[in-house]
């Protein structure tokens, strides 16, 4: 009778000890598909941030690149009207020169 009772005492501490290690297998799987789905989550969260910052830069962007042509057009008829407003100074400049030469001739 003890031999069966020590058989069955060991078959029943090997149960024990192979659900003993099925469940601790159990929870380090749990915890490592836990650990990557916050992983991904982050990952993903991460993406869609970046994402959204990339779109809001290339409308910045856009807008600033605008805005260059913009200043680019007016500088250039700002230039335009400084040469027409040169021209018409040194004309003037002309005429008055000629107009103390011919006071100063009488």
């Known amino acids: 009778m003890n031999i069966r009772l020590g058989v069955v005492l060991c078959l029943f501490s090997a149960v024990a000890w192979a659900e003993s290690t099925a469940e601790t297998e159990l929870l380090s799987a749990q915890k490592?598909?836990?650990?990557?789905?916050?992983?991904?989550?982050?990952?993903?969260?991460?993406?869609?941030?970046?994402?959204?910052?990339?779109?809001?830069?290339?409308?910045?962007?856009?807008?600033?690149?605008?805005?260059?042509v913009r200043l680019q057009g007016q500088l250039n008829e700002a230039d335009v009207q400084r040469q027409q407003h040169d021209s018409a100074l040194q004309a003037a400049g002309a005429r008055l020169d000629a107009a103390w030469a011919a006071v100063r001739g009488q």
């Open 32 to 68: 490592a598909y836990q650990a990557a789905l916050k992983s991904q989550t982050d990952s993903t969260s991460r993406t869609l941030t970046l994402q959204s910052q990339l779109k809001d830069a290339q409308a910045r962007l856009e807008r600033t690149q605008a805005e260059v």
